[in-house]
Protein backbone atom coordinates (compact mmCIF):
# COMPACT_ATOMS: atom_id res chain seq x y z
CA UNK A 1 0.00 0.00 0.00
CA UNK A 2 1.45 3.18 -1.02
CA UNK A 3 0.01 6.20 1.00
CA UNK A 4 -0.19 10.60 -0.61
CA UNK A 5 -0.53 12.38 1.98
CA UNK A 6 -2.92 15.43 0.61
CA UNK A 7 -3.77 19.11 2.32
CA UNK A 8 -1.44 20.00 4.60
CA UNK A 9 -0.49 16.36 6.45
CA UNK A 10 3.08 14.41 6.11
CA UNK A 11 3.56 10.61 6.61
CA UNK A 12 5.81 9.07 8.86
CA UNK A 13 7.55 5.53 10.17
CA UNK A 14 7.64 5.71 13.80
CA UNK A 15 11.33 5.71 15.38
CA UNK A 16 12.27 4.18 18.58
CA UNK A 17 15.35 6.11 19.03
CA UNK A 18 18.21 3.90 21.51
CA UNK A 19 19.52 5.23 24.36
CA UNK A 20 22.90 4.12 25.51
CA UNK A 21 25.10 4.65 29.03
CA UNK A 22 28.06 6.04 28.73
CA UNK A 23 29.82 2.34 28.68
CA UNK A 24 27.89 1.52 25.60
CA UNK A 25 24.79 -0.21 26.93
CA UNK A 26 21.63 0.66 25.47
CA UNK A 27 18.70 0.86 27.62
CA UNK A 28 15.13 -0.33 26.95
CA UNK A 29 12.59 2.90 27.13
CA UNK A 30 9.09 2.19 28.17
CA UNK A 31 7.11 4.58 25.91
CA UNK A 32 4.06 5.04 28.16
CA UNK A 33 6.17 7.15 30.23
CA UNK A 34 6.47 9.80 27.26
CA UNK A 35 4.09 11.94 26.54
CA UNK A 36 5.58 11.88 22.56
CA UNK A 37 6.93 10.30 19.56
CA UNK A 38 9.56 10.33 17.12
CA UNK A 39 9.25 9.45 13.24
CA UNK A 40 10.76 9.60 10.56
CA UNK A 41 9.04 11.82 7.08
CA UNK A 42 8.37 9.03 4.58
CA UNK A 43 6.03 11.28 2.60
CA UNK A 44 4.61 14.89 1.82
CA UNK A 45 2.19 16.01 0.23
CA UNK A 46 2.15 18.42 -2.38
CA UNK A 47 1.47 21.61 0.02
CA UNK A 48 3.83 24.15 -0.35
CA UNK A 49 3.94 24.88 2.93
CA UNK A 50 4.58 21.61 3.99
CA UNK A 51 7.71 21.42 1.28
CA UNK A 52 8.92 24.84 2.25
CA UNK A 53 9.08 23.41 6.09
CA UNK A 54 10.35 19.45 5.68
CA UNK A 55 12.05 16.93 3.49
CA UNK A 56 11.77 13.60 3.03
CA UNK A 57 13.91 11.49 6.31
CA UNK A 58 13.46 14.40 8.75
CA UNK A 59 12.46 13.12 11.95
CA UNK A 60 10.27 14.98 13.87
CA UNK A 61 8.98 15.28 17.19
CA UNK A 62 5.06 15.07 17.89
CA UNK A 63 2.61 14.16 20.94
CA UNK A 64 2.02 10.64 21.41
CA UNK A 65 -1.84 11.18 20.87
CA UNK A 66 -1.73 12.87 17.74
CA UNK A 67 -2.16 11.81 13.99
CA UNK A 68 -4.20 8.47 12.60
CA UNK A 69 -1.94 5.75 12.70
CA UNK A 70 -1.58 3.04 10.23
CA UNK A 71 -0.40 -0.72 10.22
CA UNK A 72 1.22 -1.86 6.94
CA UNK A 73 2.89 -5.34 7.04
CA UNK A 74 6.19 -5.11 9.85
CA UNK A 75 5.93 -1.16 10.07
CA UNK A 76 3.85 1.76 11.77
CA UNK A 77 3.09 4.80 10.08
CA UNK A 78 1.26 7.80 11.69
CA UNK A 79 -0.75 10.12 9.27
CA UNK A 80 -0.36 13.87 10.88
CA UNK A 81 -1.26 17.17 10.23
CA UNK A 82 1.10 19.77 10.09
CA UNK A 83 0.16 22.00 13.00
CA UNK A 84 0.41 18.53 14.67
CA UNK A 85 4.02 18.20 14.84
CA UNK A 86 6.19 20.17 16.99
CA UNK A 87 9.50 20.18 15.79
CA UNK A 88 12.70 18.78 13.74
CA UNK A 89 15.25 16.39 15.04
CA UNK A 90 18.44 17.80 14.24
CA UNK A 91 21.56 15.66 14.91
Known amino acids: ?7 KRVLIKTV ?3 EKTSTGIILIQ ?4 KNY ?5 VS ?3 NSE ?3 LFHISDKVI ?16 ILL ?3 EILGIIED
Open 1 to 7: MKIKPIG
Open 16 to 18: NPE
Open 30 to 33: NNEE
Open 37 to 41: RIGEI
Open 44 to 46: LSS
Open 50 to 52: VNS
Open 62 to 77: FSKKSGIKINNSSNDY
Open 81 to 83: DLD
